[in-house]
């Protein structure tokens, strides 16, 4: 592709990702298609020639959109709602053009060194101590890996050399992301080594009955080594007590993880600093920009007040000759912190996106997503019908028809399948509820409205008998 060809092709493109920004909310959330039918318009081969770019975009505008979940909608509130903002995907384009891989600092210097300095700012504003040794990763599960396998290391040196260790225990709430357990998994920890520590009335991890089964494996035996507290739960965005946990995880001489992948992001605001109260003395903790800060999926950021077991986890005897580098005075090497090899420069969407909202427009916009889900709280609560299911600490907003299990379920099924906005579900104390999670940095109060408006209408009426649904938008 000639420079010429690659502007008119790049034109084209930008010009539909603006317009696509502008337009997103004509577009139906879900799309509503059937498995299999994208393979079954597709061609089974690939073309033995050339293809002009005018046919491979008219192809993505009338194959592939349709077919596509709009997680950058301002009306997705599935799961935790995410959004590529515009200087995120500029950031993103332009490292695609470079296209580097900083696995040691000789192989891209200024990458290796931006996401040094971007993870610093963040750190800085997230109130996170200057020791905190940052690294970016795709994903919180696999900074939770890389984790667990340091404090595997902290606890058990010799599995590096033998592959074997004693009976290790890691130790997470009851209501912890999955990504812990397969994590654990992954580190060779196995399921009857994971225990999940029950929760109280406000979905929190209890400290108590944390001590009880950290004394209870001790007294038979077993090796308590990590222990891991959430900093905004998937099902309600709880918040484990940190200080109480460290203190816990400090007796004992665990590794302590802080997984604050979702809420940890809020901790810019000074009136919720507090929810990273204790983390200060976490071995690591994770965040994700990719979901709260609005930078375009991946990048999830792992720090650690403990680099050196990073390291040492992953040293070779003898690394090969062409990973080999000279000792430098401040030379970082990334790729000797984590199982990746490649690094892709994902801290420059990260820094895109600081430098263009800056901390006051951030924490502006963070703010105004946690009066949306107050508003909408409050709005439940005046419908006898309609019930909060967990207390709304940040942007989720948990609640449920005051029906059946299976009348939630429909109810879902109805709003999703509707086209005009996306939520999921969870269960708590065996309820089957509602999650609505806000953090597209395009949602605004009238799209709360009009989407608490189309679930009212969707819901049960006194008679029992389903609403009308409501047409899908064009």
């Known amino acids: 592709m000639s420079p010429d060809e690659f502007r008119e092709a790049a034109h084209q493109a930008v010009d539909w990702i603006a317009d696509y920004l502008r337009d997103i909310r004509n577009l139906p959330v879900v799309p509503d298609v059937q498995p299999g039918e994208l393979i079954d318009r597709l061609p089974t081969a690939g073309p033995e020639q050339g293809e002009p770019m005018d046919a491979i975009f008219a192809d993505f505008r009338n194959l592939i959109v349709p ?31 470079l296209n580097v891989n900083h696995m040691l600092w000789k192989t891209s210097p200024a990458a290796t060194e931006l996401e040094q300095v971007t993870l610093g700012w963040l750190r800085q504003w997230l109130g996170l101590p ?95 080594f990590c ?105 970082v090497n990334l790729a000797e912190y984590s199982l990746a090899l490649g690094r892709r420069f994902r801290s420059l969407k990260l820094w895109f996106v600081l430098r263009y909202f800056g901390r006051e427009g951030i924490t502006r916009i963070l703010q105004g997503h946690m009066n949306m889900a107050r508003d909408l709280a409050q709005q439940i609560s005046a419908d006898p019908r ?29 709003i999703n399948a509707s086209g005009r906005a996306f939520l999921s579900g969870t269960t708590l104390h065996g309820k089957f509820v509602l999650r609505l999670a806000i953090g597209n940095v395009a949602t605004t109060a009238d799209d709360i409205r009009q989407t608490w408006e189309w679930i009212r209408s969707s819901a049960f009426p006194a008679t029992g008998s389903p609403a009308v649904e409501p047409p899908r938008p064009l």
Not at 84 to 89: K, L, Q, R, T, V
Not at 320 to 326: E, F, K, S, T
Not at 388 to 407: E, H, K, M
Request: hydrophobic share 45%.
């Open 67 to 97: 077919g596509i979940t709009h997680w950058n909608h301002p009306r997705f509130f599935a799961y935790f709602s995410i959004s590529a903002s515009g200087p995120g995907i500029l950031g993103e384009m332009l490292a695609a053009a």
């Open 130 to 224: 200057d020791d905190f040794f940052g690294i970016i990763h795709d994903t919180a599960s696999t900074g939770s890996l890389h984790a667990i396998l340091a404090a595997r290391e902290l606890a058990s040196p010799e599995v590096r050399l033998t592959g074997e260790h004693p009976p290790l225990v890691l130790y997470a709430s009851e209501h912890a992301h999955s990504s812990i357990d397969r994590g654990a998994l992954a580190a060779g920890i196995g399921l009857e080594n994971i225990r999940h520590v029950p929760s109280d009335d406000q979905f929190r991890m209890r400290p108590d009955a944390l001590a009880a089964m950290i004394e209870a494996d001790l007294a038979v035996g077993r090796k308590p």
């Open 227 to 331: 222990v891991v507290a959430t900093v905004g739960t998937t099902s309600t965005t709880s918040i484990d007590p940190i200080a109480q946990t460290s203190e816990i995880a400090r007796r004992y001489d665990l590794w302590f993880h802080v997984d604050a992948a979702y809420a940890g992001s809020a901790a810019l605001l000074e009136e919720h600093r507090h929810i990273l109260d204790g983390a200060a003395q976490a071995d690591s903790l994770v965040v994700n920009p990719h979901k709260w800060l609005f930078t375009p999926v991946d990048l999830s950021i792992l720090y650690t007040r403990r680099p050196e077991v990073m390291r040492r986890m992953l040293s070779l005897e003898e690394a090969p000759p062409y990973l080999q580098a000279d000792e430098q005075h401040r030379a």
């Open 386 to 414: 309609f019930e909060l299911a967990a207390p709304v600490l940040f942007s989720l907003v948990c609640f449920r028809y005051r029906g059946s299990n299976q009348d939630n379920h429909d109810l879902l099924d109805r």
